[in-house]
């Protein structure tokens, strides 16, 4: 498997600067693999790998936003090794692709040049949360949105130091299934959450 | 010819002696397993004719052969949507031997070409096509005419092929290679690069590419 560089900056807000450097899949390397096939078959098979290796790019650098035009030109999307790159339209063709399977949102719809990248999908993170409550014999306590984030009991959860965003998302699931019910406060980390009993 | 049918007889026999006293060796070498193999075609024996019946029996081939068809299907089947149901002979080795693991009897060409053979018998659709020095297995019905033979045979070379490259070697003009790397481009079996280098369209072939082209099939 061939390594490439993590992305620098620009194609999202945190950076896990710690961790081994991104490894790109062989069919990363593979020169057709950057342009939209004409076929429809082929293509849904390339959708399904560039969707794989979208999310994953940003799971490993904690991307959770990407914004297209900064990306384009990243490694993410453009691999100087064998000269080819991703073009814009490709890049929308299979992001969109990932927003239908639930895998990604626009931030804004009618430009789409930026995009929320949900590397768990929204539902994974609400039942993660909720199993996290309910085992810890909290159903029926409030806690704080800080608390589910950053507390001391969710160190070692997949959902420690969640983006507030996605975890506001998740909560938001939670509520429409009535598991959950947020309080308003002054800001997002100051939410109260109460979970309740099935 | 009495002499002769009483040769053959004699032949058969020291034959399956010869097979009752290196039973392990045939079952744990490939090389030797080819040339056991060999011999018996000289001789008229198939040792993969059924799965029942002394040879079968006495040396569990058939269930090696069997085992072994079954594991290319499925190799085939897994990697159809990247390469289109064209694969490589030497990268349907490399599957099939992560696909077995280190603890299964070794395998070699031969033996995977026996087992399509097999396959092809059976009416499965299998077939392998001669591409330059290796062989390339078709898993799915589509027509392959010799001119998409002779794009594979460059495939193989160059990695690649173009119009300029098609043209160059086979004097083949646009509507040729158009009318070609169509059906190949509509069986998945070749994927279109609009960047390459030379500034036309070049076909890559996940089938012959190696190291995959995003295959995962739980090896």
């Not at chain 1, 490894?23 to 076929?39: A, G, I």
């Not at chain 1, 339209?89 to 804004?108: K, M």
């Not at chain 1, 959902?159 to 009535?178: N, Q």
Request: proline share 4%.
């Amino acid at each position: 498997m061939s390594r490439g560089p993590v992305s620098s900056g620009g194609a999202g807000p945190k950076l896990a600067s710690s961790s081994p450097p991104f490894e790109f899949p062989s069919y990363y390397t593979r020169q057709p693999f950057f342009t939209v096939q004409p076929v429809l078959n082929t293509r849904k098979k390339q959708s399904q790998l560039w969707g794989d290796l979208i999310v994953s790019y940003c799971r490993h650098n904690k991307i959770y936003e990407l914004n297209l035009t900064e990306a384009a030109t990243s490694p993410l999307f453009c691999n100087t090794t064998i000269n080819r790159k991703l073009s814009m339209d490709g890049i929308v063709t299979f992001i969109d692709d990932l927003v239908q399977q639930g895998n990604a949102e626009w931030v804004d719809a009618r430009e789409k040049n930026r995009v929320n990248i949900f590397w768990r999908k929204i539902d994974h993170w609400a039942t993660l949360i909720y199993k996290w409550v309910s085992d810890m014999g909290m159903l029926g306590n409030v806690l704080t949105v800080w608390e589910i984030q950053n507390g001391e009991n969710s160190q070692g959860q997949e959902f420690f130091e969640l983006d507030t965003r996605v975890l506001m998302k998740a909560l938001g699931v939670l509520e429409r299934e009535g598991k959950a019910q947020v309080f308003s406060g002054t800001s997002d980390e100051n939410l109260g959450v109460k979970f309740f009993a099935p | 010819m009495k002499l002769m049918n009483e040769q053959l007889v004699v032949f058969k026999q020291n034959l399956e002696e010869f097979a009752q006293k290196y039973k392990k060796k045939i079952r744990k070498s490939p090389e030797f397993r080819q040339q056991f193999n060999e011999m018996c075609t000289k001789v008229g024996v198939d040792p993969l004719a059924s799965n029942k019946g002394f040879w079968a029996e006495l040396l569990g081939v058939g269930d090696f052969y069997y085992e072994l068809a079954v594991q290319i299907v499925e190799v085939c089947m897994c990697t159809r949507a990247t390469n289109g149901g064209i694969i490589e002979l030497g990268e349907l080795r490399g599957h099939l031997l992560r696909k077995r693991g280190p603890k299964a009897q070794a395998i070699n060409n031969d033996d995977i070409d026996r087992s399509i053979r097999k396959l092809h018998i059976l009416g499965s659709g299998f077939s392998l096509i001669v591409a330059g020095s290796t062989k390339l297995v078709k898993s799915v019905p589509c027509e392959l005419s010799v001119d998409h033979e002779a794009v594979f045979r460059i495939a193989m070379e160059k990695g690649f092929v173009s119009q300029d490259l098609l043209f160059t070697q086979l004097a083949w003009d646009k509507e040729r290679t158009d009318s070609v790397m169509n059906l190949l481009l509509q069986e998945g079996i070749a994927w279109l690069d609009t960047q390459h280098e030379s500034g036309q369209p070049a076909y890559w072939f996940p089938s012959i590419i190696h190291g995959g082209f995003g295959d995962e099939i739980g090896e």
